[in-house]
């Protein structure tokens, strides 16, 4: 099914392919999140053009993520961190963000929507995902508010008996006119993981801004600051709040990169930024039996000043 996102009304929350849309909208924005990965696909503040980036044309397709939005990476980003090492594991930015979660009816209204994934509804083989926690059980809950502001809340709870831990990410694809001329405001002095280089080399962050370009930027930060994406071209500032979140991953593929993104045409990478909320790699998260995290972004508008 191929559907272009601006098409997207209220009618269409049921879709084709067993998909289901979820549209919110009232005086303060509107937004569109799909049952497949609680992947919101859409929001924009009243009046403004869309803050959250997809590529023009996309589909659904089982078992594939869908291009661009907001992928909730979990229980692994990327391909996987553990006991201090990289690890190989697919898919990439593990298996919630290609799976149906349970919408929670009771949770959607014109504002806000609530999913829920949990570890007995999942097949075997995907739980456990850690060789060496067996027994690992767990309910995950996901919540989208969007007015003029948008909060997204990841909160993981460990249902089983044993010690869990987990990776996660709100893989935020921020739309900007043009990335050649954005600039991300609020990391000096934050030291970071060059994941563009071999070993993932720590750098420390002497600019003020960080800026993009043909070439990828692809950095996991160890910064929780809020940030400012300034964009000359759309003439605004997307103001990103985050918390449970040690560090912040900033991510522009470059040209090359950029090009070869699933759906994507050419030039189509230049209108976005990642900026995730993020805990991987050695800030993964441990829970005891019972225990809970919650990992938050929240993204609000500005004229540029
Ligand atoms: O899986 P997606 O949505 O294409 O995103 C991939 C990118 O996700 C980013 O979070 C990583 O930092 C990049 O290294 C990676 O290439």
Redesign the pocket.
Known sequence: MVKNIAYATEEETLMGNGVNLRTLTNDGGSAVISDYGAHLLRWAPAGQPDVIWTPRTWHFEAGQ?V??GV?V?FPW??PGFVHGGQTAKRP??GFARLRQWALDEGAFTSARVRYVLDSERLTTGEVPWIEDEPNVRFHAAYEVCASDTLTMTLTVTNTGGEPMSYEA?L?S?LHVGDVLGARLVGLRGATYLD?TEAGFPPKLQEQPSVMFGDQPV???YYSDAALELQDHVLGRVIRIGKTGSPQT?V?N?GEQ?GNA??HAKTGEWRGFV?V?AAACRDRIVALSPGESYMLSQSIAVMPLG
């Open positions: 993520p291009g661009g992928p990476c980003f990327g990439i930015h990410a893989h694809y994941a692809d950095r996991v991953v991510w593929p990169g993104i699933a990642a995730e």
